[in-house]
Nanobody, 121 residues
Framework: QLVESGGGLVQAGESLRLSCAAS????????MGWFRQAPGKEREFVAH????????YYADSVKGRFTISRDSAKNTVYLQMNSLKPEDSAVYFC????????????????WGQGTQVTVSS
């Protein structure tokens, strides 16, 4: 089970930190990803971190502003989001990577319920 938290309403330029708490499975063995979905749009890749944390990838749209990390002791993955923009507004989901290219939705088999991020201009 994956549970996201930390979303909210912020102004452009502000920051948020999302958390994804995992339970019921040894998620430490799996790569984890963050995706987002805005109304009327498909779910899109945001960031991925490998099981060991040594490989990290970002979508071009968030590179330099967002940072993904994980705490194996807490079985939790984080997404630090700085310099937020209105176009970052979406429901953010974390997923457990089961295989395949890290930026594909189909490469993840477990998903959380999502947390809403709204950035006002």
């Amino acid at each position: 089970q994956l549970v996201e938290s930390g979303g909210g309403l912020v102004q452009a330029g502000e920051s948020l930190r999302l958390s994804c708490a995992a339970s019921g499975r040894t998620f430490n063995y799996y790569g984890m990803g963050w995706f987002r979905q805005a109304p009327g749009k498909e779910r899109e890749f945001v960031a991925h971190i490998s099981s060991s944390g040594d490989r990290i990838y970002y979508a071009d749209s968030v590179k330099g502003r967002f940072t993904i990390s994980r705490d194996s002791a807490k079985n939790t993955v984080y997404l630090q989001m700085n310099s937020l923009k209105p176009e970052d507004s979406a429901v953010y989901f974390c997923g457990s990577h089961s295989g395949g290219f890290y930026s594909y939705v189909s490469a993840y088999d477990y998903w959380g319920q999502g947390t809403q991020v709204t950035v006002s201009s």
